[in-house]
C-alpha cells in the first residue's frame, strides 16, 4: 500500500481523522480503520502512515499467534483480578473456575471468542504505533498494541501509546506488579502513569 493509493481509499472526517475500511490478511476479513495524524488541523497521508498500514498488512500466522497468547493473558489477568459472580469449587483455583465458567480451554478459545472492532494507525508519535481495539471474552475493550511492525503489549483501550516508548511490555510490567499483591508499589505507578507522558 503505498501513501498515493492510501490517500484515495482514506475519508477525512471532521474530528481530524481518516477512516477506511480493508482487508486485513492476518485475520481474513474487511475492518475498519482509523488514521490518527500528527496535525489534526491539516490531515494529510503521509509516507510513515503508509509504512506503518503496510506493515499491519504484513502481520501473519506467528503474528495471531503472539495476540492470541495477549488475550489469554488478558483473560487471565482479568479472572484474578476481577469478581464475575463464579462459584469456585473446592479443587479449583479462582482462575480455573472462570476458565470453566467462560468454555476457555486455552489461548486458542480466547482469540476465538475475542472480537476485533477497530485498527488505529498513530502518526501522532515517535514511534510507528498501531492499535487492535479489541472486545476481549472477559468482556474488556483493549488495545493490542503494534509498535513499528511488531506486537508488543496489550492494554486498556484508552492506553497512552507513549508510556510505550521505551518500554514495549510496559503495561505487561504493570500488571505483574498488580499480580504480586504489592498494591502500594501499583498504586504509586499507576498514579505516575497520569502524569507521565
Same mark, same amino acid.
Given at each position: 500500500?503505498? #501513501?498515493?493509493? %492510501?490517500?484515495? /481509499?482514506?475519508?477525512?472526517?471532521?474530528?481530524?481523522?481518516?477512516?477506511?475500511?480493508?482487508?486485513?490478511?492476518?485475520?481474513?476479513?474487511?475492518?475498519?480503520?482509523?488514521?490518527?495524524?500528527?496535525?489534526?488541523?491539516?490531515?494529510?497521508?503521509?509516507?510513515?502512515?503508509?509504512?506503518?498500514?503496510?506493515?499491519?498488512?504484513? %502481520?501473519?500466522?506467528?503474528?495471531?499467534?503472539?495476540?492470541?497468547?495477549?488475550?489469554?493473558?488478558?483473560?487471565?489477568?482479568?479472572?484474578?483480578?476481577?469478581?464475575?459472580?463464579?462459584?469456585?469449587?473446592?479443587?479449583?483455583?479462582?482462575?480455573?473456575?472462570? /476458565?470453566?465458567?467462560?468454555? /476457555?480451554?486455552?489461548?486458542?478459545?480466547?482469540? *476465538?471468542?475475542?472480537?476485533?472492532? #477497530?485498527?488505529? +494507525?498513530?502518526?501522532?508519535?515517535?514511534?510507528?504505533?498501531?492499535?487492535?481495539?479489541?472486545?476481549?471474552? $472477559?468482556?474488556?475493550?483493549?488495545?493490542? +498494541?503494534?509498535?513499528?511492525? *511488531?506486537? =508488543?503489549?496489550?492494554?486498556?483501550?484508552?492506553?497512552? /501509546?507513549?508510556?510505550?516508548?521505551?518500554?514495549?511490555?510496559?503495561?505487561?510490567? *504493570?500488571?505483574?506488579? +498488580?499480580? $504480586?499483591?504489592?498494591? =502500594?508499589?501499583? $498504586?504509586?505507578?499507576?498514579? $505516575?502513569?497520569?502524569?507521565?507522558?
Amino acid at each position: 500500500m503505498h #501513501q498515493d493509493e %492510501l490517500a484515495t /481509499l482514506i475519508r477525512w472526517c471532521d474530528d481530524g481523522c481518516g477512516h477506511f475500511e480493508l482487508l486485513l490478511p492476518m485475520v481474513g476479513q474487511t475492518v475498519a480503520f482509523t488514521a490518527i495524524p500528527a496535525d489534526r488541523s491539516a490531515p494529510a497521508v503521509t509516507e510513515r502512515m503508509a509504512q506503518t498500514l503496510r506493515e499491519t498488512l504484513a %502481520l501473519g500466522h506467528d503474528d495471531l499467534l503472539k495476540i492470541e497468547a495477549l488475550l489469554w493473558e488478558e483473560c487471565r489477568f482479568a479472572f484474578e483480578t476481577g469478581d464475575y459472580g463464579i462459584d469456585v469449587r473446592p479443587e479449583e483455583t479462582r482462575v480455573d473456575a472462570h /476458565l470453566r465458567a467462560f468454555e /476457555l480451554a486455552g489461548p486458542r478459545d480466547a482469540l *476465538r471468542k475475542a472480537q476485533l472492532l #477497530q485498527v488505529y +494507525i498513530h502518526d501522532d508519535s515517535v514511534s510507528r504505533f498501531v492499535c487492535l481495539e479489541t472486545d476481549t471474552v $472477559s468482556g474488556n475493550r483493549i488495545c493490542v +498494541i503494534i509498535k513499528n511492525g *511488531r506486537i =508488543v503489549d496489550f492494554d486498556d483501550s484508552a492506553t497512552l /501509546l507513549n508510556w510505550f516508548e521505551n518500554e514495549d511490555r510496559y503495561a505487561h510490567k *504493570r500488571r505483574q506488579v +498488580i499480580l $504480586s499483591g504489592n498494591f =502500594v508499589a501499583a $498504586s504509586v505507578e499507576i498514579g $505516575s502513569f497520569a502524569t507521565t507522558p
